[in-house]
């Protein structure tokens, strides 16, 4: 069993949206690690963070990034932060993985102020901005293929992701 294909970006780059399309689509289901680790840990990602830490959550991720490849067959979404980890890059490897690529204005502009989004709390603009930076090369490491999502619609996107796998 393996997802059909994967979508990997930054906060903002449309990979709920772009999923969900995709997975009707296609005829599948969408799975999100964010949804999985909240339902596992019971509680919002914002309070993970806040009353376990990043490396607990990041530790929850990677478990949730294991599970869903090895027991998902569609469409799999997963957390801007997941790449981070080595072992979770290394699982990626033989998977259909897209890196939904987005600028720093479009992506500001779709997240916003997010307090959903914990990492983004203490200045919005610059910690997206590094985590773009930090994050980009992990992405396209993992990457199978890279569509751009700034300045399109998600139908667009949908469109030119389905070209691609």
């Known amino acids: 069993m393996s997802p059909r294909l994967v979508l990997v970006g930054p906060p903002g780059a449309g990979k709920s949206s772009v999923g969900r399309r995709l997975a009707r689509h296609l005829g599948v289901e969408l799975r999100d690690t964010d949804a999985d680790i909240e339902r596992t840990a019971g509680k919002s990602i914002t309070d993970i963070f806040i009353d376990d830490g ?6 929850l991720e990677r478990a949730a990034v294991a599970a869903a490849l090895a027991e998902h067959e569609g469409v799999l979404a997963l957390g801007g932060g997941a790449v981070g980890h080595a072992e979770t890059r290394a699982a990626l490897r033989g998977h259909t993985v897209v ?7 479009d992506a500001v502009g779709r997240v916003g102020l997010n307090r959903d989004r914990p990492l983004l709390l203490d200045s919005p603009r610059a ?5 773009l930076d930090e994050r980009r090369p992990l992405y396209e490491e ?3 293929v890279t569509v751009v999502t700034t300045g399109r619609s998600i139908d667009e996107v949908v469109q030119e992701v389905i070209l691609h796998v």
């Open 54 to 59: 990043e490396p607990a959550f990041r530790e």
């Open 127 to 131: 910690q997206l901005k590094r985590l």
């Open 142 to 144: 993992v990457a199978s």
């Open 99 to 105: 890196f939904l690529d987005v600028g720093l204005a």
